[in-house]
Antibody, heavy 112, light 112 residues
Framework: EVQLVESGGGLVQPGASLKLSCVAS????????MSWVRQTPGKTMEWIGDIKYDGSYTNYAPSLKNRFTISRDNAKSTLYLQMSNVRSEDTATYYCTRGHQWGQGVMVTVSS | DIVLTQAPLSVSVTPGESASISCRSSKSLLSSKGITSLYWYLQRPGKSPQLLIY???NLASGVPDRFSSSGSETDFTLKISKVETEDVGVYYC?????????FGGGTKLELK
């Protein structure tokens, strides 16, 4: 069974950095592109970006590419999202996805 | 970016009746490979989104055949026949034609 478990969320101050993790199991992680998607409190769904199975290529939403970085460690079957200079509008639930399968999500709240 | 516009914002349905949700794309979602890159997801209350329909009209594994989808290159309709309690939630359309991936704003289905 495919499992995607996100962690690393919480309350963070504006301007700070935060790194989310997603541990994958139930499939060969290094065979798949992986993605991050976020959902705002108002339920808007926003695709953040994805990363090639070997980590050699990434794509980002244009509005986020200067602050967010996606990476992976295939040896640990783990996907990462590094968020920098966070803003209040980054408050959301962040999902790790493999194709059309989603993790349970992790909440990030940006507030002073 | 491709803009996906869903309508209505919410729909209230009597159990056993049918419901339809529309998704309109700002650009044709027909790929050069002849695949229409339109997907439908359901997010039940408190849960992660799950895939219902892929490539416009194909039912995802385990999804009851009460769900169906059709459309053209830019206009799509998700139909739910004989609505049940478990169908309550927010429905999203999304595409994977190009980068960035985008989603519709969501349609909330409630029971009368």
């Amino acid at each position: 069974e495919v499992q995607l478990v996100e962690s690393g969320g919480g309350l963070v101050q504006p301007g700070a950095s935060l790194k989310l993790s997603c541990v994958a199991s139930g499939f060969t992680f290094s065979d798949y592109w992986m993605s991050w998607v976020r959902q705002t409190p108002g339920k808007t769904m926003e695709w953040i970006g994805d990363i090639k199975y070997d980590g050699s290529y990434t794509n980002y939403a244009p509005s986020l590419k200067n602050r967010f970085t996606i990476s992976r460690d295939n040896a640990k079957s783990t996907l990462y999202l590094q968020m920098s200079n966070v803003r209040s509008e980054d408050t959301a639930t962040y999902y790790c996805t493999r194709g059309h399968q989603w993790g349970q999500g992790v909440m990030v709240t940006v507030s002073s | 970016d491709i803009v996906l516009t869903q309508a209505p914002l919410s729909v209230s349905v009597t159990p056993g009746e049918s419901a339809s949700i529309s998704c309109r794309s700002s650009k044709s979602l027909l790929s050069s490979k002849g695949i229409t890159s339109l997907y439908w997801y359901l997010q039940r209350p408190g849960k992660s989104p799950q895939l219902l329909i892929y490539q416009m009209s194909n039912l995802a594994s385990g999804v009851p055949d009460r769900f169906s989808s059709s459309g053209s290159e830019t206009d799509f309709t998700l139909k739910i026949s004989k609505v049940e309690t478990e169908d309550v939630g927010v429905y999203y359309c999304g595409h994977r034609l190009e980068y960035p991936r985008t989603f519709g704003g969501g349609t909330k289905l409630e029971l009368k």
